[in-house]
């Protein structure tokens, strides 16, 4: 069985939305995914339900609609926009912090979930995720998520050291 069947079938139809999301998305210029599944794309992949996604600005009400004509439901936050299908565990989020745009223009094609899509790069991955690890608002399970992502890529990056807290440094032996 493939990562994306296993997917598939843990998730409901979780590789489905995941294609069909892809499919809107590049019809609407520059996006990228960040978040977990972006560090399962440079580190050993460890499971996960969430896709996060940043998308050109000017594109996220056209991208609504169209991922609501889709099937989508969508939950409207400060910060992000959350889409999932009736029946799936997939949970897609869209991210409206500025902060992230600028990774659109450092990305490069990776296959996930049986699909070419465009990954944020490595550094900007890390960066986000010190972002998310560092926000007092995230709840206490997700910022250990973060950190143990942050652990992860510094096992498989040393080089990344010095971009590191020194929490999360601390933690990974040299």
Request: proline share 5%; charged share 25%.
């Amino acid at each position: 069985m493939t990562g994306s069947e296993v997917f598939e079938s843990v998730t409901g139809s979780g590789s489905s939305d995941f294609a069909a999301l892809v499919s809107i998305l590049n019809e609407h210029g520059r996006w990228c995914l960040i978040g977990g599944l972006a560090v399962n794309c440079y580190v050993e992949p460890v499971y996960t339900l969430d896709a996060d996604i940043v998308v050109a600005a000017t594109e996220v009400d056209s991208i609504k609609q169209d991922l609501a004509v889709a099937g989508f439901s969508l939950q409207e936050f400060p910060h992000s926009i959350n889409a999932q299908m009736s029946g799936s565990d997939l949970r897609i989020q869209l991210t409206t912090d500025v902060r992230y745009q600028d990774f659109l223009s450092e990305t490069r094609l990776m296959e996930v979930l049986r699909e070419q899509v465009p990954v944020a790069s490595l550094v900007n991955i890390t960066r986000g995720k010190i972002w998310a690890w560092n926000d007092p608002s995230r709840r206490p399970t997700k910022r250990k998520k973060d950190e143990l992502d942050l652990m992860r890529i510094l096992e498989a990056y040393p080089e990344l050291r010095r971009a590191m807290p020194e929490e999360i440094s601390r933690q990974v032996p040299e």
